[in-house]
């Protein structure tokens, strides 16, 4: 409902926001304690910023539905993720920089292990080096397929993204990833009559990729997913009239954040350096994504303890980040990733709202403390809209 | 999607509903004491019903969204007010008590100045005083253009609501009203082909009115905005089979109570009065919408105080509000109006609902324990629902 209500009443200003995302920022009680990564964490700048703050809770996409990280940033940069449907490709070929264009077709790729009989046998080829990634994309990018160009681009380990340029390209194919080992890679599949030359054009491609990779084994195969052509998102700085700017460290959040066309930073790999390029940005924009990934990972690995220090070590960094002084300040994950479940849950996300315009509850930042929260139980999608409305950047609805 | 829904469990009832909107209701904190207009009033009356009644709070619209009064009210109506826009000529017209037929078309106007080239140099004529502008309306009310009859009746200062009366007119116009000074005023235009013939009449009308107030600077124009007919809203009595009742001070909230075809008690410009007003009509309707303006008027001025005695004054007329012992009790704001913010807001607004059928959440009432009440967060949209179950007027839905 906010898409035709926004472009009405959105206003330019000179306030600032800062969105502080913690990516898998919700977790789950410890069996042994009770107390779940957020409660175990020693943090006093964020219990600190959390007392003067409203607390609330949100549903990335609705109550029970888990979230990738692709639909959970869209809600939270105001998108509706159900509608918005981002491809893996995209994220991968934005992420690592791509300059992709509206016509040009992507893939996320993995470099993997088959057998002498074509069964896979590794889909990760053993995780090899990014810097054995790199070399073996050398030998795959710059193809030609007929007049499609295709165009091999590493990502992290045995990660890639491909993009095949050329003309009437769709999107509409299945993917050549069988998901699991003991299979052969799958031919391409047109979803539909127009798909059919593309899904011709990628099936000669993975052909003379295989060619190409003949002895580099573990990396002889690769598989190919998530096919997909740049969505047609509305800007964000078009539908916000504001100037934003993502912070991230990954490729991944860089790519999300191109995908609706904020300006992005590279060449950040620590927090230290995220929290010193944003000093530097300050000036110059008037929107903030500021994306910290640690506590995701070590949820993901069930690193219950890491995901306590990953916590802490944002608490540590946390009066650089704040000592810019926005105007509205948020701080909140994409979604939950408890490290008992060890994967991104449908767990509803805490959420910390601070602005000269609320009132605070007077409580530090947990599961139990949002969940009562007075900003209640909101879905991530309406957040954005409630942080123009405390940069006093939304004008009045109807007369 | 009460829309459908309704209209197939509705029931006749003798059930007694009293909605008691306090306008601009919500509020934040002072700097001062951190406590907000609704936890420094003294209120025991309030807070006596408070502790027995079951709590919650509202979005007038969607988070983050700050609405009119007019989309305000249609929502604690029942009204989906995203889709049921209504147009600021209309509100003008039925604020003032005009007569309203369905096929008459309605503008906001505003007396303007121009200068020698026709350039508005003041959209609002320097302010000028409700007498002023009662006489200028004087010279241009009656015109008729062809068959088509004319209406101008001042509202406050230099503002006034136009009627045009005729056959076949359509609200598919943009304004004329150029929304900033430096530019001439501008040309109606029709939005669709079957206004054309709209356009050519009120583009008629506005040169007329230029003759008209030749030598009268500084109100020697005049400018149109929010051309509407009167919206086809089902009427309140057929949607939920009651008869409803308003008691409302203000024009405008009695001209929202018209929109939807509730009776409208004229007369009536103190809480006394309507206190009155509300024992004398008891015995005729079955909903009564009973509106009180002081706290949105004093939040608006940025008078903590004004809004704190307003409230209070409420307070004290209470005990005689409640004597007539409704079935459902309702008492809520149309929207919050802080004081701090000097004007209508988007924060949430506290939710009042009695009747034998609620789990009491024993709280005071005001923005932290409503947000914390036994009721939760919801849509303004939601309430009336939920008055109409209470008040055992609602059959079950499906078997």
């Known amino acids: 409902m906010y ?8 206003k330019p200003g000179d306030s600032k926001i800062l969105l502080i995302v913690v990516d898998g920022l919700g977790g789950l009680p410890s069996p042994d304690t009770g107390k779940t990564e957020l409660e175990t964490a020693v943090k006093p700048e964020i219990d600190k910023l959390a007392q003067r703050s409203a607390l609330g809770v949100t549903d990335p996409i609705a109550p029970g539905i888990t979230p990738g990280s692709g639909p959970a940033h869209l809600a939270i940069f105001g998108y509706d993720p159900v509608k918005w449907e981002i491809g893996r490709g995209i994220l991968s070929a934005l992420g690592i920089g791509f300059p992709v264009e509206r016509s040009d077709l992507t893939a996320r790729g993995n470099f993997a292990s088959v057998d002498a009989g074509g069964i896979v046998t590794d889909r990760r080829a053993g995780r090899i080096s990014t810097e054995k990634s790199t070399e073996l994309c050398g030998l795959l990018d710059g193809m030609r397929i007929g007049d499609t160009q295709v165009f091999v681009r590493p990502e992290k380990e045995h990660r890639f993204a491909v993009i095949f340029r050329g003309r009437g390209l769709s999107d509409r194919l299945t993917d050549s990833d069988p998901q699991v080992a003991g299979q052969k890679p799958r ?3 047109a979803k539909e009559a127009a798909a059919a030359e593309t899904a011709r054009i990628v099936n000669t491609f993975l052909d003379q990729a295989i060619e190409a990779l003949k002895g580099k084994s573990p990396a002889n195969a690769i598989l190919l997913r998530g096919f997909a052509k740049h969505p047609e998102l509305p800007s964000f700085s078009s539908r916000y009239k504001i100037k934003a700017c993502a912070i991230a460290a990954y490729p991944m959040y860089k790519g999300l954040a191109r995908l609706v066309g904020m300006s992005v930073i590279d060449g950040l790999e620590s927090l230290d350096s995220q929290v010193d390029a944003l000093a530097k940005a300050w000036h110059d924009f008037d929107f903030f994504y500021f994306h910290y990934k640690k506590p995701d990972s070590r949820g993901e ?8 220090k990953a916590i802490e070590e944002l608490d540590r960094y946390l009066p650089r980040v704040i000592k810019q002084s926005p105007d509205v300040l948020v701080l909140t994950g994409d979604h939950s990733t408890p490290s008992v479940l060890k994967m ?3 767990h509803p996300v805490p959420l910390l709202v601070w602005s000269r315009w609320i009132i605070a509850d007077g409580l530090p930042l947990n599961e139990r403390t949002c969940a009562r929260g007075g900003l209640g139980r909101l879905r991530a999608v309406e957040v954005l809209p409630l942080m123009m409305a405390n940069a006093l950047r939304l004008e009045k609805f109807g007369a």
Request: cysteine-free; hydrophobic content about 40%; glycine content about 10%.
């Open 3 to 10: 898409d035709r209500l926004l472009e009405r009443i959105v």
């Open 187 to 189: 031919q391409v599949e």
């Open 301 to 308: 690995d069930g690193d219950f303890a890491g995901k306590v």
């Open 344 to 346: 991104h849950s449908w």
